[in-house]
Every structure is written in C-alpha cells, then in structure tokens.
C-alpha cells in the first residue's frame, strides 16, 4: 500500500469516529428568541449560513409558516442568495421581517457597514439577532478581523432599540477552547495535520472544565472573560433617514 493510500485510509477511519463534545457549556438561556417577535409568514434573512443552518440556532427553529432565505458570499448547501452584505442592492428598502447573523461579523472588512445595509432592508419594527465571537481564537473563513465585547455590540447595534443582549460563553468555556487550541499547538510540533487531530483530542480531555461555568457563570466577575456575546434588538417604527 503507498503512502498516499494509507494516508487516505487513516483519514477515512478518523472521520468516522464520534465527534468530541463541545467546549461550551451556555450558562445562561435566552429570555427571548428573535422568532416570538415576528409575524405570520415573516420573511428571515440568514446572513453568513453557508453551512445550511436555516436560520436554526441556540435560541430556537423559525416558524414553520416563515420563509427564510439563507445569505452568503460564496455558493454552498442550501445558500438561497449569493451576496455581499456590505452592499445588498438587490434586497428593497423597508422588506425584510427579521434578519440573523450569527458568527459572521467578526470575518467582515466593515461590520459597520452591514448594520446600516440591515438597517435598511429591515421594514419598521422589524427584529435584528447579531451573534459574534469575543475571547475565542483565530478562525480565518477566510479572514478573521474583529471581535466585540457585551459592550461593543451594544455600539455596533446602537441605531436599534435593544430587547436583550450581553453574552451566555462564561470564563470556564473561553478557558477551555483556548486551552485545547494551545495544547494542540504545544504537541503538533509544528505540523497542521497533527494539530487538528490534537485539537479533537484535547476536547475530550478538558471538556469537563466547561461545567465550572455553572457556578462561575453568576459570578459578577464573569464578564472579565466571556464570548458567545449578542443583540437582540428591533428597528425602531418610526425611523429617521440614517
């Protein structure tokens, strides 16, 4: 058997073995989901849901009478419109019943500019779900260039009225994820093939430590280490030209 060959079978056998746990434990429930807001068949655009996610996340499932409309740049499963949300010229003013984007703001040259482009497809009362990432590792897909605090976000979405925001990836799970990223670097010895399998290793081994978040996720010094960070927020009914 050649090298390649073998190199092949290993990698086959690895894919088929069970996924390891997650590095999250999410001490904190939502009070509210974007979806309670909206209205019979409401129209969700879903920014940045290459991965056919459907606009299902943490926080619940759409309804089943609502059309959600799946927004990325580049083509994948289930990805109904190819586009650049910095510039969404193909969308109307005032359409859109609630958007979602979770995980992408953090990968996009302007995140600024996206909000005022959500801000405009958005009809009056419309709802706005905006997940991003704050203590977690670089994550190029393709780019990686920000992150945002419980504070931030607030600023980012500052043109919506807030429903709910703040962070529910306590200081135990941020400790775990870089914990396991940085001992799969300390034993990949320098090798990306050897890192990755580290990376699922070591989430097996350390993923208990996430369930400290238990009791320090109420703890008020929490927010000194916290990701999983998000608004909920709605554009206000009666609205002034941005």
Known sequence: MSN??????????????????????????????????????????????????????????????????????????GVDLVADAHDLFMVEDNSIDC???????????????????????LRPGGIVYVGVPFIFPFNTDPYDYYRFTSDGIKILCEDFECIESGFNRGPASCMCHLLVHFCAMIFSFNNKTIYGVNVDLFKWLL???????????????????????YFLGRKPEVTDPL
Request: overall charge positive; proline content about 7%.
């Open 207 to 229: 993923f208990w430590i996430k369930y400290l978040d238990i009791i320090l996720g109420k703890y008020k010094m929490a927010k000194v280490i916290h990701a999983g960070v």
């Open 99 to 121: 958007v979602v984007t979770v995980s992408t703001l953090g990968h996009i040259r302007y995140p600024q500019k996206v909000m005022k482009e959500i801000y405009r497809i």
């Open 4 to 77: 390649s060959a073998l190199m092949n079978l290993l990698r086959q056998l690895y894919h088929k073995l069970p996924s390891p746990p997650s590095t999250n434990y999410m001490f904190k429930k939502f009070d509210h989901s974007p979806y309670e807001f909206l209205r019979d068949n409401a129209t969700i655009f879903d920014i940045g849901s290459k991965n056919n996610v459907g606009g299902e996340y943490a926080f619940g499932k759409p309804p089943i009478d609502a059309r959600v409309v799946c927004v990325d740049i580049e083509a994948g499963p």
